[in-house]
């Protein structure tokens, strides 16, 4: 940016915009509009209506970190300190993986699936939960509803949980517990519980070659790879769930785009019957809704 000329919020959009578009950044309008947003405090809308505002110095030199930083595929999450998710803001920490459109389709799973039943006392666990974006969305969602949550959350990674406690203060609930824990490996078998929800690491050695940039050199992989198939997670809350789940209940997974074969045979395996498959956006199966097969005792 040429320091002599007088340079207005439009002028400073469209030189960032091309210059994310020379670095291969996708979105590169939406990324210029949302690092410049965020430095004046305001929103994107507005930015067009000050479009013809002078910038002082400071501000576009703040701009300028920003954007550089940016042009090396860095996430624009993790720049902001923040993103959005089923409507509510989330703070998201470096470290920690970067919530998805995906995952809301579990969220509506979930929350379907109590609106329907006549319950209304209910004790859910989320293995692996990062930011906390499924008991937090969850919980906003029936927050003024007569229904009575519990919500357990854990995650193995320290990052994670302290990620997880500031977006559970952010958003002023008192019903979510925070633990580490290796998934039930700090879950007390007295808690019964009615809902299973996660969405753990599931990438393949084969998938992560194909990955963007922002998440191949930038996002842990601790929340990432599940082995050389993307299954392993997947096995070890089977195998252990049922020591947990209350009769009838149900675990919701988050899939990889091409897992449905597979874990329709680890479900048999583990004696688990397949409620339901949901698809994404893509069309391609994304979340799975799962019941433990209570066996009836043979009669002698």
């Not at 019964?192 to 990955?211: A, G, H, Q, V, W």
């Not at 299954?231 to 209350?246: D, G, H, M, S, V």
């Not at 009838?248 to 074969?261: L, P, R, T, Y």
Request: aromatic share 10%; hydrophobic share 40%.
């Amino acid at each position: 940016m040429n320091a002599k000329k007088v340079w207005t919020i439009k002028d400073v959009l469209l030189w960032t915009s091309e210059y994310f578009k020379k670095n291969d950044i996708q979105s590169a309008q939406l990324n210029a509009e949302m690092i410049i947003a965020k430095v004046l405090n305001c929103s994107r809308m507005e930015l067009y209506l000050k479009y013809d505002k002078p910038l002082n110095l400071i501000k576009r030199k703040e701009i300028r970190n920003l954007v550089k930083k940016r042009a090396t595929h860095y996430p624009i999450q993790y720049l902001l300190g923040e993103t959005e998710f089923y409507g509510y803001k989330f703070l998201v920490d470096e470290g920690v993986m970067i919530p998805r459109p995906e995952t809301e389709i579990l969220v509506d799973a979930v929350i379907s699936y109590i609106k329907q039943s006549n319950n209304d006392q209910w004790n859910i666990l989320d293995i692996g939960t990062g930011t906390g974006i499924i008991p937090i969305s969850i919980n906003k969602y029936f927050e003024n509803k007569e229904v009575n949550m519990h919500f357990l959350a854990t995650d193995i990674s320290e990052i994670g949980l302290e990620n997880a406690k500031k977006n559970i203060e952010l958003h002023n609930i008192k019903n979510i517990k925070p633990i580490k824990s290796n998934l039930f490996e700090n879950v007390s078998t007295k808690w019964r519980i009615d809902i299973i929800t996660s969405n753990p690491p599931y990438i393949s050695d084969k998938e992560f070659e194909d990955l963007q940039k922002e998440v191949k050199d930038f996002e842990p992989k601790l929340a990432l790879f599940g082995d050389e198939k993307g299954l392993t997670y997947y096995k070890k809350i089977l195998q252990n769930a049922e020591n947990f789940l209350n009769k009838n209940g149900k675990i919701f997974f988050e899939i990889g785009a091409n897992q449905k074969d597979d874990m329709e045979k680890i479900i048999h395996h583990f004696d688990y019957k397949l409620i339901d498959i949901i698809k994404d956006y893509n069309d391609l199966y994304r979340v799975l809704i799962i019941e433990k097969i209570n066996k009836k005792q043979e009669v002698i």
